[in-house]
Nanobody
Framework: QVQLVESGGGLVQPGGSLRLSCAAS????????MGWYRQAPGKQRELVAA???????NYVDSVKGRYTISRDNAKNTVYLQMIGLKPEDTAVYYC???????????????????WGQGTQVTVSS
């Protein structure tokens, strides 16, 4: 019963900024890596940014210098600060995390990948 709830998407003009948030909730024991993916119409889903539990970060080349990923482990939340937005940034952005869940009854810990439902980012004048 783990959920990833995203917020912060919307319509912004070229050169504008947005801050996406993704909060994980439910039967969480710990969270390993967290990241943001995006998918534009007719294109493959791509990894935009990822951050490990230890703070190691990777970005796709097209967003380097413009996007900043961060996380607040106490809040089980990952953020994506986006500045200098371009029309080609338009896509549905998905939060993703590897989460170890708490056991219930006789079950053991389980580690799996979880996805948010996506939030639309549109960059247009």
């Amino acid at each position: 019963q783990v959920q990833l709830v995203e917020s912060g998407g919307g319509l912004v003009q070229p050169g504008g900024s947005l801050r996406l948030s993704c909060a994980a909730s439910g039967s969480i024991d710990s969270i390993n890596d967290m990241g943001w993916y995006r998918q534009a119409p007719g294109k493959q889903r791509e990894l935009v940014a990822a951050i490990s539990s230890g703070g190691n970060i990777n970005y796709v080349d097209s967003v380097k210098g413009r996007y900043t990923i961060s996380r607040d482990n106490a809040k089980n939340t990952v953020y994506l600060q986006m500045i200098g937005l371009k029309p080609e940034d338009t896509a549905v952005y998905y939060c993703n995390a590897e989460i170890r869940t708490l056991p219930h009854g006789g079950t053991s810990f389980y580690t799996g990948r979880y996805w948010g439902q996506g939030t639309q980012v549109t960059v247009s004048s």
